[in-house]
């Protein structure tokens, strides 16, 4: 079949707006074809991968969570650990397999590792199966290159662009909470992230967009939003904005509730702290990086802050916004961190008393300054420093949840909890996790739950039959 010329991603105004023309013969191409998406990595690849689906279904594909069934397969990809490129590759075995006897099969490559020349470089040579390999910058394209792609046998790669898109369509994986992009992108540079090599510099979305989709949400159904960006409260400083000023005028559309992740320690205000504490709908919860309590490690981290800035920093939170729960990220055995070191980082650990943290074993990423860095400790020695951490944060994680036993917290339910099915899930304003034994009746609601049992990582809880809202 000839394919005409396909020119969907339209761009208005310097890429202002988004959207989608579909010609009828286009839709056909494509009508009850099935796509398969697995998605690895952050939140930021999450809500990737619903701009991903919303496309893919407007062309007229379907979803399948059975791979064997798919004409389509999309990997969006992360590139922060090894681990995670060595997951995508493994699983690419699989998709040559089934890709042997069938005409139909393509195999798309999405998100960070599709940024890293070396990996490009590596699929074009030893992956040749492998249909089109798109950035993260051109998700937005998605549609023209399979339509293009269909007509051809070549790998095609297409990444690396440095515009800010607005406008595009998500097919959210919620009803009742979204993701929000408010920019794209880091500046920090920090010596182990493959990050600002992937995702580019940073680039905010104009302020009127964003707080128009937060609208549209709250006017949608939708009970909660989180605002979401590599380093996000670095928003606006690349067009005359602040994040303090952002977040302020996003709580003004009175959507419920509003969270944001993920903050770097160096760019957080006292302003934003006040913006947080005097609206009642903007979250009592901060995640709050600090991968390093030793300022050697952080220096060498490239971090730009001190152990005792951070402390600083955490206290004020404390102090200023009632009730704030602080989570964390923690690196352990960065290279040739000391015992001394690791002895400072569980130093602050002791002194903040997390509600929970994400920890990791250094992780080596090519093309990264760290990736050049001597590193003298052991496997072993870095999985005891690791296990060691992880006993402390979870000791403080439950001595968190456990002041919330027999307290009435508010809960926005999600849906039926997976591992028991009789219950339903959902999130504290402090984003405790919680499963409450109720009907699915009040799923997608905020409702009052009495908190009957406390343990590291969750919540049980009764409901209490008092709607604080439908």
């Not at 979204?178 to 992937?198: E, H, L, Q, R, S």
């Not at 006292?270 to 979250?283: Q, S, T, V």
């Not at 926005?412 to 499963?435: E, F, H, P």
Request: aromatic share 10%.
């Amino acid at each position: 079949m000839h394919l005409p010329d396909l020119d969907i991603a339209k761009k208005r105004e310097k890429s202002e707006n988004v959207y989608i023309d579909l010609k009828e013969d286009y839709h056909k191409v494509f009508q009850n074809k099935k796509y398969y998406i697995r998605t690895y990595g952050c939140q930021m690849n999450v809500h990737d991968s619903e701009a991903i689906k919303s496309y893919l279904e407007a062309l007229g594909f379907v979803n399948t969570e059975n791979i064997e069934e798919a004409n389509l397969v999309v990997l969006n990809t992360c590139a922060i650990r090894e681990n995670a490129r060595d997951k995508v590759v493994g699983f690419l075995g699989k998709c040559k397999y089934l890709k042997k006897n069938r005409d139909d099969f393509k195999i798309v490559i999405a998100g960070c590792m599709s940024e890293q020349p070396d990996v490009i470089e590596d699929i074009m040579k030893n992956h040749k199966y492998v249909d089109l390999v798109i950035g993260t910058h051109n998700i937005h394209e998605l549609p023209k290159l399979l339509m293009q792609e269909y007509q051809k046998q070549t790998i095609e790669v297409y990444s690396n662009s440095d515009e800010v898109i607005e406008g595009m369509n998500y097919k959210r994986d919620s009803k009742y909470t979204a993701w929000v992009n408010i920019m794209y992108g880091c500046d920090k540079f920090c010596t182990y992230c493959i990050v600002p090599y992937t995702r580019g510099r940073e680039r905010s979305r104009k302020l009127e967009s964003i707080v128009e989709e937060v609208k549209t949400l709250k006017e949608n159904g939708y009970k909660e939003v989180t605002l979401l960006g590599q380093n996000v409260n670095a928003y606006g400083k690349d067009i005359g904005e602040t994040f303090s000023h952002l977040l302020e005028c996003v709580a003004k559309t009175n959507i419920e509730r509003i969270r944001f992740v993920t903050s770097h320690p160096w760019n957080f205000t006292d302003e934003m702290i006040d913006i947080i504490a005097k609206y009642d709908n903007i979250m009592p919860y901060i995640h709050l990086p600090l991968q390093s309590g030793s300022n050697n490690i952080l220096k060498r981290m490239n971090r730009r802050y001190t152990k005792e800035e951070y402390i600083a920093l955490f206290n004020k939170m404390k102090e200023k916004i009632p009730n704030v729960a602080i989570t964390t990220d923690i690196i352990v055995g960065f290279p040739n961190e000391t015992k001394e070191d690791f002895e400072e980082t569980l130093d602050v650990v002791r002194t903040c008393k997390f509600d929970g943290a994400y920890t990791f074993i250094f992780s080596k990423r090519e093309g990264t300054p760290a990736a050049r860095m001597e590193d003298k400790i052991s496997l072993e020695e870095k999985e005891e420093r690791l296990k060691e951490l992880n006993t402390l944060v979870n000791k403080y994680s439950n001595e968190s949840n456990q002041k919330l036993l027999n307290k009435v917290v508010e809960v926005l339910i999600l849906g039926v909890s997976d591992k028991d099915k009789t219950k339903v899930y959902g999130y504290t304003d402090t984003m405790k996790l919680v499963n409450v034994t109720s009907d699915e009746d009040i799923i997608g609601k905020i409702v009052k739950v009495r908190i009957t049992s406390a343990k590291s990582f969750s919540l049980d809880g009764e409901y209490v039959k008092e709607e604080v809202s439908a």
